[in-house]
């Protein structure tokens, strides 16, 4: 755990030292404040117009017409930002040469993987805490629900934790920073868009396109409806990603 | 401490390194010296555990390299090739990171620091950014990691490459100050660096075994004559025919402005050629052993192909 640990640290404190993390958390805090505001004015002139009749006036809900759609919007930004903050994680070591030290000292390869992605999952926290500050006046001013909007960000972590599982897998297999970004950011969309196609097709394809996609598994969270196939979803995808860069970078070294 | 048996490893198609045995005992220096490709890298990372073997055996410090893999690790110090250093951190920083990493306790850590910057003479850098400091300090930087936690054996890959001249000598005499406590290995195709440096050497070419063992059993197992050099007043063919009468001398030649005598390996004739010299009048300035230099052992080796 001490040695996963000084992984972390080291991981951590490098975002910081580049204008990466910086540059990334500023742009995803810009981009969830333009869309927090613009949903959350168009709510208050929606609500005003529709304050005349007592039975729209019933209907309305903050967390459905403007926390949804943000949360929708947001996953939108992390699907663009992520991959940027992955790409560097082995990528970066491998250029550099210095995967010879880690994987020559008493580390085991699960350490430093976990250490590397325990260490981007906590700049992702960082990014959806920050950008949840101005949520949190609309709770003071008004009284939308609090577990759907904590759901909202739940899922948003843990479609961010599996963005991040896939960008490390990428990143162990260049050593380029922008073949890995690209890389990451072409799997993230595919899944994304998985569900499109289940149209056409029938029976089990279609039942496997609808749960392979980022898109069905997000939706239903930012309803407020938790269902521990997400999670489970979710999970499984982050630990495959994990899993297929222990493989890559065991075999590499078996070759 | 460090020992090989029959080690192989393929790249695919490629063997990098055919059935090499060797072994060095504690304590000492050690070259690993071939041409470019001999598989000098390749031999390092095996003994290191950045790369598995694809058959043989390797041992480290009494642990097997393949099975006790973690053991291994905490007992050797590496510098590949490319210094592994992260620009953005600072001297004391990356220290005190791979201090960590290579397991040194807490308590002992600060210590360990202090005394690997002492050792490679980076006080005045400790607080800079690695990025801002010269190569030569990098290298040294290298070094430093590769014994912040005090490790039995330490494998150095071309420590010395693309240091200037001062700078090449001070990390040789580095390295000599830590003969004796740790066992270590360093790979060249600088030859005047194992003269200076190491006790004993392992030469491999295109991945084969050439020859091993100390310096001194190298050079006398190849030597086939003894004999000097001389420096004389006058040296010309008058001299030459004079030498070549005398009983004994197998040989003599010209060689620039020196005279190469040589005679049989189990004999000593330099009394008798001083005395000669100084009976004849031939005014002797110089005189120096025909000692078999490395150059001559390697190039002997590597090019001729001869197998010990």
């Given at each position: 755990?001490?040695?996963?640990?000084?992984?972390?640290?080291?991981?951590?404190?490098?975002?910081?030292?580049?204008?990466?993390?910086?540059?990334?958390?500023?742009?995803?805090?810009?981009?969830?404040?333009?869309?927090?505001?613009?949903?959350?004015?168009?709510?208050?002139?929606?609500?005003?117009?529709?304050?005349?009749?007592?039975?729209?006036?019933?209907?309305?809900?903050?967390?459905?017409?403007?926390?949804?759609?943000?949360?929708?919007?947001?996953?939108?930004?992390?699907?663009?930002?992520?991959?940027?903050?992955?790409?560097?994680?082995?990528?970066?070591?491998?250029?550099?040469?210095?995967?010879?030290?880690?994987?020559?000292?008493?580390?085991?390869?699960?350490?430093?993987?976990?250490?590397?992605?325990?260490?981007?999952?906590?700049?992702?926290?960082?990014?959806?805490?920050?950008?949840?500050?101005?949520?949190?006046?609309?709770?003071?001013?008004?009284?939308?629900?609090?577990?759907?909007?904590?759901?909202?960000?739940?899922?948003?972590?843990?479609?961010?934790?599996?963005?991040?599982?896939?960008?490390?897998?990428?990143?162990?297999?260049?050593?380029?920073?922008?073949?890995?970004?690209?890389?990451?950011?072409?799997?993230?969309?595919?899944?994304?868009?998985?569900?499109?196609?289940?149209?056409?097709?029938?029976?089990?394809?279609?039942?496997?396109?609808?749960?392979?996609?980022?898109?069905?598994?997000?939706?239903?969270?930012?309803?407020?409806?938790?269902?521990?196939?997400?999670?489970?979803?979710?999970?499984?995808?982050?630990?495959?990603?994990?899993?297929?860069?222990?493989?890559?970078?065991?075999?590499?070294?078996?070759? | 401490?460090?020992?090989?048996?029959?080690?192989?490893?393929?790249?695919?198609?490629?063997?990098?390194?055919?059935?090499?045995?060797?072994?060095?005992?504690?304590?000492?220096?050690?070259?690993?010296?071939?041409?470019?490709?001999?598989?000098?890298t390749t031999t390092m990372r095996i003994l290191t555990g950045f790369l598995p073997a694809t058959s043989g055996r390797a041992s480290v410090a009494g642990y097997n390299v393949f099975e006790q893999a973690e053991e291994v690790k905490k007992e050797i110090g590496y510098l590949p090739e490319t210094v592994?250093?992260?620009?953005?951190?600072?001297?004391?920083?990356?220290?005190?990171?791979?201090?960590?990493?290579?397991?040194?306790?807490?308590?002992?850590?600060?210590?360990?620091?202090?005394?690997?910057?002492?050792?490679?003479?980076?006080?005045?850098?400790?607080?800079?950014?690695?990025?801002?400091?010269?190569?030569?300090?990098?290298?040294?930087?290298?070094?430093?990691?590769?014994?912040?936690?005090?490790?039995?054996?330490?494998?150095?890959?071309?420590?010395?490459?693309?240091?200037?001249?001062?700078?090449?000598?001070?990390?040789?005499?580095?390295?000599?100050?830590?003969?004796?406590?740790?066992?270590?290995?360093?790979?060249?195709?600088?030859?005047?660096?194992?003269?200076?440096?190491?006790?004993?050497?392992?030469?491999?070419?295109?991945?084969?075994?050439?020859?091993?063992?100390?310096?001194?059993?190298?050079?006398?197992?190849?030597?086939?004559?003894?004999?000097?050099?001389?420096?004389?007043?006058?040296?010309?063919?008058?001299?030459?025919?004079?030498?070549?009468?005398?009983?004994?001398?197998?040989?003599?030649?010209?060689?620039?402005?020196?005279?190469?005598?040589?005679?049989?390996?189990?004999?000593?004739?330099?009394?008798?050629?001083?005395?000669?010299?100084?009976?004849?009048?031939?005014?002797?300035?110089?005189?120096?052993?025909?000692?078999?230099?490395?150059?001559?052992?390697?190039?002997?080796?590597?090019?001729?192909?001869?197998?010990?």
């Open positions: 755990m001490k040695a996963i640990w000084s992984i972390v640290k080291k991981e951590f404190l490098s975002y910081f030292s580049s204008p990466i993390a910086y540059i990334v958390i500023f742009t995803f805090l810009l981009l969830s404040g333009f869309f927090f505001y613009s949903l959350v004015s168009w709510f208050n002139s929606v609500t005003i117009q529709l304050a005349q009749n007592p039975y729209y006036y019933q209907q309305i809900n903050i967390n459905q017409m403007a926390f949804s759609p943000f949360f929708h919007n947001l996953s939108i930004v992390l699907l663009l930002m992520l991959p940027l903050l992955s790409m560097r994680l082995f990528s970066e070591e491998k250029k550099m040469g210095t995967e010879e030290l880690l994987f020559t000292s008493p580390l085991s390869v699960t350490q430093i993987i976990t250490g590397k992605y325990l260490a981007s999952l906590l700049i992702l926290l960082i990014m959806l805490v920050l950008s949840a500050i101005p949520a949190a006046f609309t709770f003071i001013y008004g009284n939308p629900e609090l577990v759907p909007f904590l759901l909202g960000y739940l899922g948003l972590f843990l479609l961010g934790a599996a963005f991040l599982g896939i960008g490390i897998f990428w990143s162990s297999i260049t050593e380029n920073q922008i073949v890995s970004a690209v890389l990451t950011f072409g799997t993230l969309l595919l899944f994304w868009v998985l569900s499109w196609v289940s149209y056409s097709v029938h029976g089990l394809w279609q039942s496997v396109l609808n749960y392979l996609s980022f898109f069905e598994h997000f939706d239903s969270l930012t309803k407020g409806i938790f269902d521990t196939t997400d999670l489970v979803y979710y999970l499984s995808f982050a630990f495959f990603g994990l899993f297929l860069t222990h493989s890559v970078i065991q075999s590499r070294r078996w070759r | 401490m460090i020992e090989t048996e029959h080690l192989q490893k393929k790249y695919g198609e490629l063997e990098a390194v055919k059935d090499l045995s060797f072994k060095v005992d504690s304590g000492q220096i050690w070259g690993l010296l071939g041409p470019n490709a001999a598989g000098k592994p250093l992260y620009p953005e951190m600072t001297v004391e920083g990356y220290l005190s990171f791979v201090a960590e990493i290579k397991r040194v306790p807490k308590a002992k850590r600060k210590s360990a620091i202090d005394r690997a910057v002492e050792i490679t003479g980076l006080p005045s850098v400790r607080k800079r950014l690695v990025k801002n400091i010269s190569r030569g300090y990098r290298q040294r930087l290298g070094l430093a990691q590769a014994l912040i936690h005090n490790p039995k054996v330490i494998i150095l890959d071309e420590p010395t490459i693309g240091l200037d001249p001062a700078q090449i000598v001070e990390i040789r005499q580095l390295i000599k100050s830590l003969r004796g406590e740790h066992t270590i290995m360093l790979s060249t195709h600088i030859l005047a660096e194992v003269t200076q440096v190491c006790d004993g050497v392992v030469i491999i070419n295109e991945g084969k075994l050439m020859a091993a063992g100390r310096l001194e059993e190298l050079t006398s197992a190849y030597r086939e004559k003894d004999g000097v050099y001389l420096k004389l007043k006058k040296a010309d063919n008058e001299v030459l025919n004079l030498f070549r009468q005398l009983p004994g001398i197998d040989g003599a030649a010209q060689e620039g402005e020196e005279i190469r005598l040589e005679w049989d390996r189990n004999t000593d004739r330099r009394e008798e050629v001083i005395k000669f010299c100084l009976d004849k009048q031939l005014g002797l300035l110089e005189m120096r052993s025909l000692a078999l230099t490395i150059e001559e052992l390697y190039l002997r080796i590597v090019s001729g192909g001869v197998e010990q």
